[in-house]
């Protein structure tokens, strides 16, 4: 029976929480293969993960060196045979009821290029949710010309799921060892995208609040230089692959203007001279890429805020990035 659904799990010493992930992709039966990466685990991810696929038959367990997440994303990619591709963190997990609606909608629908679900943050420590939708169409298949999110609203790799022939026309492959890569998979096909779905249910569940998770802003920083690398893969792509006439460049546009936003504003907030030198070399980076979207950007709110001159535009800064992490609920 051919899977409806692969979904990819990258796992590195996950033993505390895998538990919870896994056993949420259960319930999805025979119409869904799961395929479980252990990235080189030190601690007991990897005996768990081979007891799941003793127990379960559509579970299929892959060992590997320690290659990141992007290279644990890209060996299962290669060995992937459902008709739709999700990706699930070892630290997430998906609703139940959700996960269901999903299959049901992947079974029984027309095929198409994305499905878009929502998804929550999940601070389990607050014990905080923020549910994150889209006003995106409802129950009709359609292209970008509809696509018109509102600001704070992106497609980031917890709401989209892609047939599994877009990512093989995409040729995605991520870069190894490299924090932030699920942008560019998110990105880069969806250049190839041409049918969209929105089946609003609370699919994804984005747990946050662990000092060492890649989103938090201290951690963030510290693997800056990661950051900055994803960050120009995008302008580069955007700039050698990306025209007016393409349906999606518009949406795309928006998404590399948040992403150097966000890079930039943590530069920002460090403060320091290395890290204001490395600011201005992104900016220099796309203007000399892509001097229409420069100028485009710096023309923007967002670019202009995050340009603004001297301490006193960097507290101002600072204190925006606070306000809309209170709004929206990030990291």
Partial sequence: MEKILTIIVPCYNSAEYLERCVDSLLGGGKRVEIILVDDGSTDATGAMLDGYARDYQNIQVIHQENRGHGGAINHALAVASGQY??????????????????????????PVDLLVCNYLYDKLALQQQKRVKFNLPVGETFGWDQVKLRPGQYLMLHAI??????????????????????????FEPMKYVDTICYLPVDLYHYYTGRDDQSVNEQVMLRKINQQLLINQKMIIFYAAQIGESDPCQKYLKYYLEIITTISSVILLMAGDRQSLKLKRELWNFLKVYDYATYKSFRKRPLGLG????GRGGRRVVTRLYQVAKKIYAFN
Avoid: C, M
């Fill in 85 to 110: 591709v999700k990706i699930v963190d070892s630290d997430d997990w998906l609703d139940p009821n959700a996960y269901q609606a999903v299959l049901n909608f992947l079974t029984g629908h027309e």
């Fill in 161 to 186: 799921i892609y047939r599994r022939e877009v990512l093989v026309e995409s040729g995605i492959k991520l870069p190894e060892k490299v924090s932030y890569d699920d942008n560019l998979f998110v």
């Fill in 306 to 309: 995050v340009n603004l001159p």
